[in-house]
Nanobody, 123 residues
Framework: EVQLQASGGGLVQAGGSLKVSCVVS????????IGWFRQVPGKEREAVSC????????FYADSVKGRFTISNGNAKNIAYLQMNSLKPEDTAVYYC????????????????WGKGTQVTVSS
């Protein structure tokens, strides 16, 4: 069974940084891409970024370009999202999800999801 665990969220002031992690178990990492999504209550879950197992970064949402960086960990079953210059509008629950072979920005295309980690940015 594929399981994902997102962690590392928290409360930070605007302009600060956080690094969230996603640990994937039960899957062959070489077959999966890992995507980060975020959701604010009452709004659709939106794609933030995605990375392939070979480290190729497929996309960043326009709202986070230049501020967020996705990366794979030394352990192939981990992916990170480094978030710098955080803004109050980045406040959301951040989820990681996996999909075989190719990245997608569509929530419905992702196969497995973690439970999410809350990121709160105060002004």
């Amino acid at each position: 069974e594929v399981q994902l665990q997102a962690s590392g969220g928290g409360l930070v002031q605007a302009g600060g940084s956080l690094k969230v992690s996603c640990v994937v178990s039960g899957a062959t990492r070489d077959e999966y891409t890992i995507g980060w999504f975020r959701q604010v209550p009452g709004k659709e879950r939106e794609a933030v970024s995605c990375i392939r197992s070979n480290g190729e970064k497929i996309f960043y949402a326009d709202s986070v370009k230049g501020r967020f960086t996705i990366s794979n960990g030394n352990a192939k079953n981990i992916a990170y999202l480094q978030m710098n210059s955080l803004k109050p509008e980045d406040t959301a629950v951040y989820y990681c999800a996996v999909r075989k072979y190719t990245c997608s920005s569509y929530r419905t295309a992702m196969r497995y999801w973690g439970k999410g980690t809350q990121v709160t940015v105060s002004s």
